[in-house]
């Protein structure tokens, strides 16, 4: 059984840092492309930062970009993202899914962790 497990949200205040994880279990993390989703109240889930399965390529949303750094331990089975700069509209649940490639849909999503960023 496939098992993604986010933690590292929390409150944070504006400018500040926060790291999620994203711990993988069930499946062959380094045949993955992984991805961090968020979903803001009353908006659709958006894909904001991917890695490819051995970290050689990354993506970012124009929102994020320059603030966050998506990275992964494939000894570890762990994706994390690495979030500075943080501005109230970045607060969300962020989701960590996987897919078999950056480009094709998620195969499988954790339940989220809250981040909420306070001005």
């Known amino acids: 059984q496939v098992q993604l497990v986010e933690s590292g949200g929390g409150l944070v205040q504006v400018g500040g840092s926060l790291r999620l994880s994203c711990a993988a279990t069930g499946l062959t993390f380094n045949m993955y492309a992984m991805t961090w989703v968020r979903q803001a109240p009353g908006k659709e889930r958006d894909v904001i930062a991917a890695?490819?399965?051995?970290?050689?390529?990354?993506y970012y949303d124009a929102s994020v970009e320059g603030r966050f750094t998506i990275s992964r331990d494939n000894e570890k089975n762990t994706l994390y993202l690495q979030m500075n700069s943080l501005k109230p509209e970045d607060t969300a649940l962020y989701y960590c899914?996987?897919?078999?490639?950056?480009?094709?849909?998620?195969?499988?999503y954790g339940k989220g962790t809250l981040v909420t960023v306070s001005s």
């Open positions: 890695i490819s399965w051995n970290g050689g390529a990354t």
């Open positions: 899914a996987a897919g078999k490639t950056m480009t094709t849909g998620m195969d499988y």
